[in-house]
């Protein structure tokens, strides 16, 4: 009775969420950097940007976007990629949740959980845009999600899995790399997992990997993993960020010019070029502007925690970008009195994974910060927050219920 109530309590859901969806997506087009890299494909027939041979962003999204066209072969091919991830997110989220809720001791209230994340309306409007964002979500539930089922029990399926899930995020993602050995130094400090086990996965996913760094050597001159660190740190850190603007790129004060894609590619044999100059400008920033460096980097933490970024969900409104960052505010301190709260109790894995990500996404992200990859980690902090919550609600309740028998 209980499995018929849940199939249809989240049959009905995704019924409204596919509606919404639809809905939503009717608009979809390409915009930013996929419009170039889709309109390279046409062209040379490889992953390229602005008419090189680009490793700039891993390949997986925008062969997504390939694979779609050319099996769609209709102008709506657009909309159908949205829905399509907005289905994948759907049920990874529900992966998630599920997860969560195993170990619940009361697990009915997760359903509000879960339309809590998925009708999120930053999330909900993210999933139905060309964009990495609902693909990279749904690679990350999925993979705390098996995180967390690895630390409750390892057997050769969560193995597998793992690894498969982690390969689709570094092919999605270049701080997933990042990610992935955070999570494993976790799992092998609490002994969730024996290091021949680690070391299996991790060659799994160095062979598996070696064929695009190998490209990228050919085409680009770069043997790693992604060229962006280097072009994210230098839209953060020069003399003319600005702190409160998304509209930062890098700047060279040699040149005094900013550093636009299309400049940068005009004026340079291949990505490794580039690379390497705008590595040698954070060098220069660094060592003639160190005081500016560590107060430009206190402020990009503050404002990932704040979740505060002008111009950033594209709302007519500026009070509605207030007011999300206020929502946010709060919610961040809630989490942050939850996971502490927590680790007091009992300094368990469950407890101390959530802090390790959410220490992880202040630091990283303070290179360039935007704010809507906290979406990226929602689902998991959400979670948390709610299962502290309703533990706390059920306990209070049966001791209601006592004290009134």
């Known amino acids: 009775m209980k499995e018929k109530i849940f199939r249809y309590r989240y049959s009905l859901i995704f019924l409204v969420y596919c509606l ?15 419009k170039v890299i889709m309109e390279d494909f046409s062209v040379y027939h490889d992953y390229y940007y602005l008419g090189k041979p680009s490793a700039y962003m891993p390949p997986l999204y925008p062969y997504y976007l390939l694979l779609i066209e050319s099996i769609v072969k209709t102008p709506k091919w657009v909309m159908i990629s949205c829905v399509l991830q907005s289905v994948i997110l759907f049920f990874s989220v529900l992966l998630l949740v599920v997860s969560f809720e195993e170990n619940a001791i009361k697990k009915n209230r997760y359903f509000f959980a879960f339309v809590g ?44 899995l793992i690894s498969i899930f982690s390969i689709a995020g570094l092919y999605l993602r270049f701080e997933f790399l990042f990610l992935m050995i955070s999570s494993a130094i976790m799992l092998i400090g609490y002994k969730k997992i024996k290091y021949y086990n680690l070391l299996l996965v991790f060659v799994f996913i160095f062979i598996t990997y070696l064929p695009w760094c190998i490209r990228n050597y050919e085409k680009t001159g770069v ?46 044999t291949d990505e490794k070029q580039i690379d390497q100059y705008l590595q040698q400008l954070n060098k220069n920033f660094i060592s003639e502007h160190p005081e ?88 998991l902090f959400f979670l948390f927050v709610f299962q502290n919550l309703n533990d706390k609600l059920y306990l209070y309740l049966l001791k209601l219920k006592k004290t009134n028998g």
């Open 20 to 34: 919404a969806v639809y809905f939503l997506s009717k608009n979809a087009s390409l915009v930013f950097e996929w």
């Open 117 to 160: 994340v998925i009708f999120f309306p930053p999330i909900l409007l993210g999933a139905t845009k060309i964009s990495s964002f609902a693909l990279t979500l749904s690679v990350f539930s999925i993979f705390f999600a098996l995180v967390l089922k690895l630390s409750q029990k390892v057997n050769v399926k969560n193995i597998i």
């Open 223 to 268: 043997f790693h993993y992604s060229t962006s660190l280097n072009y994210n740190f230098a839209k953060g850190n020069n003399e003319k960020y600005d702190i409160f603007s998304s509209e930062n790129l890098p700047y060279d004060p040699a040149k005094k010019m900013i550093l636009t894609d299309e400049y940068l590619r005009q004026n340079f």
């Open 292 to 379: 500016q460096f560590i107060k430009n980097s206190l402020k990009k933490i503050g404002i990932n925690f704040l979740n505060y970024y002008p111009g950033n969900y594209n709302f007519p409104s500026v009070y509605i970008m207030y007011l999300y960052s206020v929502i946010l505010l709060v919610f961040n301190l809630l989490l942050i009195y939850t996971i502490i709260q927590k680790l007091r109790l009992r300094f368990t894995f469950d407890a101390a994974f959530p802090g390790v990500i959410f220490i992880f996404y202040l630091l990283f992200y303070s290179v360039a910060p935007l704010p809507r990859y906290f979406l990226l980690y929602f689902p």
